[in-house]
Nanobody, 124 residues
Framework: QMQLVESGGGLAQAGGSLTLSCVTSGRTFTNYGMGWFRQAPGKGRELVAAINSNGDDTYDAGSVKGRFSISRDNAKDTVYLQMNSLKPEDTAVYYC?????????????????WGQGTQVTVSS
């Protein structure tokens, strides 16, 4: 089993920034592609960004392109989501997830392990 613990969520104003972190343990981090998902109230879970195991290839959803950036530090077993120019519609619970696929995991079915989530609330 891999354990994933997110942090960095909270309240931000529109136009502001937050950085989410996800620390992993229990498995060899460099064997996993990673992703950030979010789920807003009354909506389904959506992939926000994903990164391959080497950290040299990423995917960003259209709704966050140019505003959010995913990165990873393989020495720290940690993946990050830098969120800039936040909008009220970014309000959601954000989940970190790990995939046994080393490529950029672009589909939810590719993920094997999930964190508990961290709340992000953006006020207008």
């Amino acid at each position: 089993q891999m354990q994933l613990v997110e942090s960095g969520g909270g309240l931000a104003q529109a136009g502001g920034s937050l950085t989410l972190s996800c620390v992993t343990s229990g498995r060899t981090f460099t064997n996993y592609g990673m992703g950030w998902f979010r789920q807003a109230p009354g909506k389904g879970r959506e992939l926000v960004a994903a990164i391959n195991s080497n950290g040299d290839d990423t995917y960003d959803a259209g709704s966050v392109k140019g505003r959010f950036s995913i990165s990873r530090d393989n020495a720290k077993d940690t993946v990050y989501l830098q969120m800039n120019s936040l909008k009220p519609e970014d309000t959601a619970v954000y989940y970190c997830a790990a995939s046994e696929y080393t490529i950029v995991p672009r589909d939810e079915w590719m993920y094997n392990y999930w964190g508990q989530g961290t709340q992000v609330t953006v006020s207008s």
